[in-house]
T-cell receptor, first 108, second 114 residues
């Protein structure tokens, strides 16, 4: 494994709020990134947390608690186009190790 | 900039054949990463380079895999000989030195080994 744990699947309805959690091993931890990947596409960067707290970017926010080795991605006002896989990535100095991904399905 | 460019986009080959995947990173980026993605194993880091120098190849599955970066604008990932279990999508990504958490991925190469 990649030493990160996240749920395999999440389902939500359009307009709702969904939170995708990620726990990680602390050894060599620098920060937590989030990436989005649509089916057949490449991962694209969403956000990064190096310090504790919440980072907000439009409808998406990401949170980190270093003391709890835990972070989450919060998606608000869900849209159908948000249906995708979401990966948390643990930064280890200069490289990145990814979790297995959470498949989000947004239903009308 | 056109983004990270990978070729070919699709490759179908027979077991035992040599496969070469190619990547052109974004101009000016310092890091180049090679990943492999499968349903079973997710997105795995194979190897990464800093200024054309391999830094960590601990993710390379075995000696059949090799990667080179002869200059700042080109890298190859070679599999020789290929096996059916190598079937996967291979991504190349690049980033700046001070923001390696933000990686820009290429479109990937879907490799099928029969």
């Amino acid at each position: 494994g990649q030493s990160l744990e996240q749920p395999s699947e999440v389902t939500a309805v359009e307009g709702a709020i969904v939170q995708i959690n990620c726990t990680y091993q602390t050894s060599g931890f620098y920060g937590l990134s989030w990436y989005q990947q649509h089916d057949g596409g490449a991962p694209t960067f969403l956000s990064y947390n190096a310090l504790d707290g919440l980072e907000e970017t439009g409808r998406f926010s990401s949170f980190l608690s270093r003391s709890d080795s835990y972070g989450y991605l919060l998606l608000q006002e869900l849209q159908m186009k948000d249906s995708a896989s979401y990966f948390c990535g643990r930064g280890n100095n200069n490289d990145m190790r990814f979790g297995a991904g959470t498949r989000l399905t947004v239903k009308p | 900039d056109a983004g990270v460019i990978q070729s070919p986009r699709h490759e179908v080959t027979e077991m035992g054949q040599e496969v070469t995947l190619r990547c052109k990173p974004i101009s000016g980026h310092d890091y180049l990463f090679w990943y492999r993605q499968t349903m079973m194993r997710g997105l795995e880091l194979l190897i990464y380079f800093n200024n054309n120098v391999p830094i960590d190849d601990s993710g390379m599955p075995e000696d059949r895999f090799s990667a080179k970066m002869p200059n700042a604008s080109f890298s190859t990932l070679k599999i020789q000989p290929s096996e059916p279990r190598d079937s996967a999508v291979y991504f190349c990504a690049s980033s700046f030195l001070d923001s390696s958490y933000e990686q820009f991925f290429g479109p990937g190469t879907r490799l099928t080994v029969l």
